[in-house]
């Protein structure tokens, strides 16, 4: 089975800096690495996904996410974040497309 | 081009009885997935249907049953309600397996409180 674990359950950031939200996960096989957002009272949605080839991957709203496998991580970056991405972030792996595992979620708060 | 659409949007259920949650998926999608997603927790996947056949099942008890019909849209069910079921219920919709790119498109969830 695949886990995901979010290493920060929270990440306050001030408006234009840089942020960085960490997602490991574990699997034995090969897995496919999404990030998702959810904004309050509202479902998911997909910010960007890694399924082969570059292992730098760019996703909406200016984010974008590193596969590293020999460290089992999918970061998600965002280089000026704004007032707007405040919300709840979450990592998801699967390894058939069928069953998707989820994190516990981040929470980004910009601050004015 | 509507999305995945999920009714009703709120329910509020006493403990023993029975509910069921609805959920239209993304035009054109054939699959559709449950999740629960407690609060302050990352969702959990409850089960995935396609060709109206249960696919794939998370570890969830048999309380938890489903359906699909022939139009792709899905019925969860919940039986004997248990305090603990109360959470936002998600259901995602896709292509098949070998047909698509690993997207699932998600419905705003019903929002299940039980008393």
């Known amino acids: 089975a695949q886990s995901v674990t979010q290493l920060d359950s929270q990440v306050p950031v001030f408006e234009e800096a840089p942020v960085e939200l960490r997602c490991n996960y574990s699997?034995?096989?090969?897995?496919?690495l999404f990030w998702y957002v959810q904004y309050p009272n509202q479902g998911l949605q997909l910010l960007l996904k890694?399924?082969?080839?570059?292992?730098l991957v760019k996703g909406i709203n200016g984010f974008e996410a590193e596969f590293n496998k020999s460290q089992t991580s999918f970061h998600l970056r965002k280089p000026s974040v704004h007032i707007s991405d405040t919300a709840e972030y979450f990592c998801?792996?699967?390894?058939?497309?069928?069953?998707?595992?989820f994190g516990t979620g981040t929470s980004l708060t910009v601050i004015p | 081009d509507a999305g995945v659409t999920q009714s009703p949007t709120h329910l509020i259920k006493t403990r023993g009885q029975q509910v069921t949650l609805r959920c239209s998926p993304k035009?054109?999608?054939?699959?559709v997935s449950w999740y629960q997603q407690a609060l302050g927790q990352g969702p959990q996947f409850i089960f995935q249907?396609?060709?109206?056949?249960?696919?794939q099942r998370g570890n969830f008890p048999d309380r938890f049953s489903g359906h699909q019909f022939p139009n792709y849209s899905s019925e969860l069910n919940v039986n004997a309600l248990l305090l603990g079921d109360s959470a936002l219920y998600l259901c995602?919709?896709?292509?098949?397996?070998?047909?698509?790119?690993?997207?699932?498109?998600f419905g705003p969830g019903t929002r299940l409180t039980v008393t």
């Open positions: 995602a919709s896709s292509l098949a397996v070998g047909r698509r790119d690993y997207e699932q498109y």
């Open positions: 699997s034995s096989v090969s897995v496919y």
């Open positions: 035009s054109g999608h054939d699959t």
């Open positions: 249907y396609y060709e109206e056949e249960e696919r």
């Open positions: 890694y399924l082969s080839g570059s292992t």
């Open positions: 998801a792996v699967t390894r058939t497309g069928n069953q998707f595992y």
